[in-house]
């Protein structure tokens, strides 16, 4: 099995010392032993030590770790180990909303629980949204380009004009938490409606709190002006967005990503932005990442890409972490993980 987080994943194994079934036998289990680091190729060992915690990312926040210190073993390694657990693994969790990239049926399968993180990153990455788009419907790309190459005109009234935010009828495709974020701060802009395309209709309180309508995934394409793609990778989204549904959305669409790369079809995307299919595009998610350097997307002023940053804040990557340490301490005493994944 091989798991890998977008940000960090932390591995907690189950070990017990012979003193500890001892004091376990006399109801002692809840006791809880002095914290002890090491490094993932110390073999030293401590009989105190009930639980070890193995941290795949270098760069977990230290209040994460502190937390799962307090009782816990922590090993710092540089790469997973699930298969070297082997059946003491008891406890994962991702530091990400996403679960696609963990193995979730052999993790159901070996009855391990997974937690992640979603909700606390909302607000930082509709922060992100928010930028891009702005950034691609006003060519904020382009722009700079002008700059960089002496060729800033002053003389054309028609010179640089992007796409309006006011009156827009702005479209999500998926209206889960991080789309109602980025709804919440449209309020500002003065948009004219919302629409959406979603498995499920959003309760009504959420629909009249933001004027916001359910339709087919044809109607969303067609009546977007700013089209946000925030749901999750899936099967069934993988690869949806392509030259047939860029063939239906408007010439001045401005088409923003802050989900997965691979519910775009960049092939696809580059040749609609090419050919001025669509207006522009603002992504915070890509396929591969790292997106390489000579990647023809990168070529085109229409498109604005960061680096998968929609998170990356200290407040949330801190909370994030956090929330992952919390699942992985009640996961290895058999409590309900505070955010479960399943």
């Known amino acids: ?44 060992s401590s009989e105190e030590v009930t639980y070890k915690v193995l941290v795949t990312h270098p760069e977990v926040p230290k209040e994460a770790l502190d937390l799962m210190g307090r009782g816990c073993q922590l090993i710092m390694c540089n790469s997973l180990v699930l298969d070297a657990a082997g059946p003491q693994l008891k406890s994962i969790s991702t530091m990400s909303a996403g679960i696609d990239n963990v193995d979730v049926p052999e ?31 006003r060519r904020f790309h382009e722009g700079r380009n002008k700059i960089d190459s002496s060729t800033w005109e002053n003389y054309h009234i028609e010179w640089m004009w992007g796409q309006d935010i006011r ?13 109602q974020a980025i709804a919440q701060r449209l309020k500002g802009f003065d948009i004219d409606s919302i629409i959406y395309t979603t498995r499920k209709r959003v309760a009504k309180d959420i629909e009249k709190e933001y004027n916001a309508a359910k339709v087919s995934f044809d109607e969303l394409l067609a009546q977007s002006d700013i089209l946000f793609i925030a749901t999750p990778l899936t099967p069934e989204t993988e690869g949806v967005f392509n030259k047939t549904t860029f063939s239906k959305m408007k010439k001045t669409a401005v088409l923003i990503n802050i989900a997965r790369g691979q519910i775009i079809n960049q092939d696809d995307l580059y040749t609609a932005l090419k050919n001025n299919q669509i207006f522009s595009a603002g992504l915070d998610v890509v396929y591969p990442e790292p997106l390489p350097a000579k990647d023809k997307l990168l070529t085109l002023p229409n498109v604005v890409i960061t680096p ?19 699942n992985v ?14």
């Open 308 to 326: 998968h940053i929609g998170s990356a804040t200290k407040r949330t990557r801190t909370d994030m972490a956090t929330i992952a340490a919390h």
């Open 107 to 137: 993790l159901k399968k070996r009855k391990i629980p997974l937690g992640h993180t979603p909700t606390v990153l909302n607000s930082a990455v509709a922060d992100t949204a928010m930028g891009l788009m702005l950034a691609a419907a």
């Open 167 to 179: 009156d827009a009828t702005v479209g999500f495709y998926g209206f889960g938490g991080i789309g």
């Open 1 to 44: 099995m091989c798991v890998a987080a977008t940000h960090a994943v932390c591995i907690a194994t189950y070990s017990y010392t012979v003193r500890e079934r001892e004091s376990e036998r006399e109801g002692s289990k809840n006791t809880m032993p002095q914290t002890k680091v090491e490094s993932a190729e110390s073999t030293e």
């Open 329 to 342: 301490l009640r996961g290895l005493v058999g409590q309900p993980m505070l955010s479960p994944a399943y």
